[in-house]
Structure formats: C-alpha cells, structure tokens
C-alpha cells in the first residue's frame, strides 16, 4: 500500500515537473521581452558606416543602429508598453553563439543570410540591405580582377568573404596559389592594405565606403560586385512567434516610410555614404510599380 503511494506521489511530482519544464520551453522570447520592457539587441561598433562609435559623443551610430532603435519603436506599440534597448556589442565571432544561447534576442550587425548560419539560428523577413563583395585595391594598379590570382587577399575573421572569394575565383579560372590573411576587424583589412601588406581586401560594399572613408580616393574596386548578399536581423532558433513579430516590426517600417527615411539618412545620394548600388530590400519596380515593398500581404 505505502509503495502505491509512494509511486502515486512520484508520478505526481514527475508530471508537474514535465508540465513546468514544457511551459519553460514554450514560452516566446515575445513574451519575455513584454515582461522586462527591454529588448536585447546585439549590435557592432566597428563596421561603418552600419555600425560605429560616434568620437563626439561615445555612442553608437550608424544604419543598423538607427534600424535597431526603429524596430524597438514598432515593438513598443505592437505590445502596448514602452520597450527599451538594452545594446550588446556583437562581433563576427559572437553575434551567432548569442543568439544561439538566447543571450540577446535580435542581432543587426551586417550579417548576411547564409545557409550555413541558417543552420545554427533564424532570420526575419525579408533581409534589411542587399548587398555584393568587391576587391578593393590601390587605385591603378590592377586593370582586371583575373591579375589578383595568386595574389594575398585580406578579409575580416568570421566572414562568408572567406569562401565566396575564392569560389569566384575559381569561376573565373584562377588555379594559382594566393594567400587569404584574415585580421579582426574591417580597420585592420584596410590598413593592411595601405601598408602593402595585402593587395587586395574583399568586403561588402557598404562596409568598404565606411571603412575607406575620405581615404578612398585612392583605391578603387577591382572588377564587378560578385556573391550578392542579403543581410538579415538574426533571432533565436525555434521560436516563431518572436521571429514572426521581429518580421512584421521591420515590415511595417518599410510599408510606412521610417525605413526610407533611414536609408536616405545613411546611403541616397545626399546620405553620409551615398551607395553606389541600390541596397533596399525591393521587389522589381516594372513588375509591382510603386508598391514594391518586399512584405507580406495582410
């Protein structure tokens, strides 16, 4: 009778414990952002001109920064409360294992849409910029983007500028040996290359115009962008709701201007680093006009 008893109360407390870790793993990062009225956003601070530090006044700045701020705006009224940004400096080295351990509950740091990063965390849709790499090299000295086979390239540690580099060169035939030299940072890259250390560094385009800066009048891409990329808003893996709510926050600012506006601040042709190419998130205007937002349909 006493062991019945005793197994009744143990299968009783093994329920409630099952049905308490089951509520624990069901519960949304939404839910837990609504609670504390602060969302975590993982941030860079040395990727200009997405992300940087103001030396006027310390704070970040920057495209993905002003994003960042925006989203949590949308937040803030989608949930009904004030949500703050609690801001995480994020490298291409953490901005993944964060998300993945539910450290912080977005990332925006140029992190482009791959499939190997799909892999270990989600993406909101669609992605925020549109993008493609470059070689960048002194102005000059290289005619054709063939004669920087068997040459040494520089890129950032953590950078799918890694392999697309020389996947295209192997599309462009290129069988000599060349060395890849990976620094910590894209300030790093650049001043390699000045100091002839490298002879080429491959980044996005966005990135190279910030991080070249007035000093760009001296070098120059070499040859056409190549592997266009798609930088996505990071989220935890496996929780849709959040991923979902994320998803609409950044397409309403794109239905209702605040994303342009942003976008104009930054990279049109009267912006801080007017970009060469356009990087909005569209759809083909001679297709859908005017209303080309890439968004969801109600």
Known sequence: MRK?????????VSLILSYASSTMAAKSIYDEVKERGVVRIGLGVDVPPLSMIDPKTGKRIGFDIDLAYAIANRLSEIMGKKIKVEEVTVNNKTRIAFLANRRIDLTIRSMSHTRSRDEQIDYAEPPYLWSGKVFYAKKGRFK???ELCGKRWAVVQGSNAYLAAQDYMKELGCNKKYQLISFQNNAECFMALKQGKVDAYIQDVPIIAGVAGKEGVDYEAVGPIFSPGLYGIGVPPNDSKWRDTISFALQDLLANGTYEKIYQKWFGP??????PINMRPRLPEDIFGDRNQFVWPR
């Open 270 to 275: 009267n912006g801080r680093n007017p970009a």
């Open 4 to 12: 019945s008893v005793l197994l009744v109360a143990l299968l009783a």
């Open 144 to 146: 054709d983007v063939k």
